[in-house]
């Protein structure tokens, strides 16, 4: 069974800083990419960052330079850190397992619950 743990979240002003964690259980995340969507009421749910089995990484360009992905391949872990955060920031953000970005769609294999993050105006 593969499961993934979200937490971190919570409220937030405008251009403070939160720090997301998730860690998988049922595989070890060393030959996957690794990642991050979330969604807002009434949006679609879009891809946030992700991180390689080499540690390359890509991120979505309304959050690159204010985001960072991080992993831990002994704990099975992966971090997102939120800086400089905006109201548009405010969504359910879901860690995900076997990211594949193709082209502006990007997809994944395996789903977190999700964990909350309000920014507020």
């Known amino acids: 069974e593969v499961q993934l743990q979200a937490c971190g979240g919570g409220l937030v002003e405008v251009g403070g800083s939160l720090r997301l964690s998730c860690v998988a259980s049922g595989l070890t995340f060393d030959d996957y990419a690794i990642g991050w969507f979330r969604q807002a009421p009434g949006k679609e749910r879009e891809g946030v960052s992700y991180?390689?089995?080499?540690?390359?990484?890509r991120y979505a360009d309304s959050v690159n330079g204010r985001f960072t992905i991080s992993r831990d391949k002994a704990k099975n872990t992966v971090d997102l850190q939120l800086n400089s955060l905006k109201p548009e920031d405010t969504a359910v953000y879901y860690c995900?397992?076997?990211?594949?970005?193709?082209?502006?769609?990007?997809?994944?294999?395996?789903w977190g619950q999700g964990t909350q993050v309000t920014v507020s105006s």
């Open positions: 995900a397992v076997d990211v594949r970005g193709f082209g502006s769609t990007w997809f994944a294999a395996h």
């Open positions: 991180i390689n089995s080499d540690d390359t990484t």
